[in-house]
């Protein structure tokens, strides 16, 4: 019987040493990338620029983060791995970006070579290589958190917020430098207001290709990943040079921008959906096996019956109460995802213990739940162990 320390999120197979060494030298990496890039910013443009830059640069990260925060309500990523995202855009990729691209240019300027060459080839390619690393870092991390195409799309879209936001920076500030705050006014309705999505739709490319990747074996394991790659450097490129034709960037914008997004808007529903539709399948089987209740596994994989019985926790139960519940919830879209994943074959090792070991902290939450609450439970929340399996 798991103790009064849960819910685990999963049980860690290895050393907490380790893991420690490991987000510190991560920690580490992108801090050091964040502020080579930020010093370089400072020294061109000055520090009242940069300031400014800053505060206008954060106003599309709030909008655009939450909009990538609203499609991952079925099994909520870990805070933990969502800054890890951000943290690898805004510090390792731009890092990354700044020195290839600057060599780059001045390789390409020695030998004549136009500019379009350097906006349409060489910056995409670094850019999307560069933050496509990121998410394979998630990957790497926690593979047992990567479970599809819209946890791709979410951990991309952060590492794309990451990357947009300090390039932000840098165009903000360089606009106010030179052209004072018309040219500011211009470059942030462009930036922030016109295309705040750019930089995490190319990434969110690479990153539903990913997530679909781990849910399949064989080639298309490898292949996916690579195709998604090209067509986000692509994307990328005719993005670049939409600027160097008069009517560039509105044919472009219109033309691909749009129809691109409103694709993958399409896309990540489709996923999102088909995620309720696992929950739906595997919880229900839990149920009929006893290990859930027919009203919790109703409610778990149901958004507005999550929400009605969040309300229902914090009235009955206040702050304890919600928490239980959130935490119920959460635990049982990963319950369902990992079933979803033994049925496919992807599962990793050990992924039976995991499984009994989230039931059992499932066990545990409903009691929380019930123990916090004040009056009975409608019929779509968490009853307590009435039919269950205990």
Do not use: C
């Not at 990451?162 to 040219?183: H, K």
């Not at 939409?242 to 808007?265: M, R």
């Amino acid at each position: 019987m798991l103790t009064a320390a849960l819910p685990v999120r999963r049980p860690a197979r290895r050393t907490r040493a380790r893991d420690v060494l490991v987000a510190a030298l991560l920690a580490l990496v992108m801090v050091a990338g964040l502020l080579r890039v930020l010093g370089i910013v400072l020294v061109e443009n000055g520090p009242s620029a940069v300031a400014v830059g800053l505060a206008l640069a954060l106003l599309p990260v709030l909008l655009v983060g939450a909009a990538f925060l609203w499609l991952d309500r079925y099994e909520a990523e870990p805070p933990g791995l969502l800054l890890v995202a951000l943290g690898w855009g805004g510090g390792v990729a731009t890092a990354i970006a700044l020195a290839v691209n600057t060599q780059a240019s001045v390789l390409l300027d020695a030998s004549g070579e136009p500019g379009p060459v350097s906006l349409g080839v060489v910056a995409p390619l670094t850019e999307e290589v560069a933050k496509a690393l990121g998410v394979v870092a998630v990957l790497l991390l926690r593979r047992r958190e990567f479970d599809g195409v819209v946890d791709g799309v979410v951990y991309a879209g952060m590492v794309g917020i990451g990357f947009a936001f300090v390039e932000n920076v840098l165009y903000f500030s360089g606009a106010l430098v030179a052209g004072g705050t018309q040219q500011l006014a211009v470059t942030f309705v462009l930036r922030a207001v016109v295309s705040p999505f750019a930089h995490p739709l190319f990434t969110v490319v690479v990153g539903a290709a990913i997530g679909a990747a781990v849910a399949r074996r064989g080639r298309a394991r490898w292949l996916l990943p690579v195709g998604g790659l090209a067509v986000a450097v692509l994307l990328h490129g005719v993005w670049n040079l939409s600027t160097f034709a008069p009517l560039g960037f509105p044919v472009v914008y219109l033309a691909l921008q749009v129809p691109v997004f409103a694709g993958v808007v399409v896309l990540v529903v489709l996923a999102r959906r088909r995620e309720g539709r696992v929950l739906r399948r595997h919880l229900a089987a839990y149920a009929d096996a006893g290990w859930l209740t027919p009203a919790e596994a109703h409610m778990a994989a149901s958004l507005p019956e999550r929400r009605r019985a969040r309300r229902w926790a914090r009235s009955t139960g206040g702050r304890d109460g919600v928490e239980a519940m959130a935490d119920f919830q959460h635990l049982a879209g990963e319950l369902a995802l990992l079933r979803e994943r033994r049925v496919r074959g992807t599962a990793h090792r050990g992924a039976a213990e995991d499984e009994r070991d989230l039931v059992r902290s499932l066990w545990v939450l409903r009691e929380r739940v019930l123990a916090a609450s004040t009056r009975p439970a409608p019929a779509a929340v968490p009853v307590g162990a009435t039919g269950a399996a205990a």
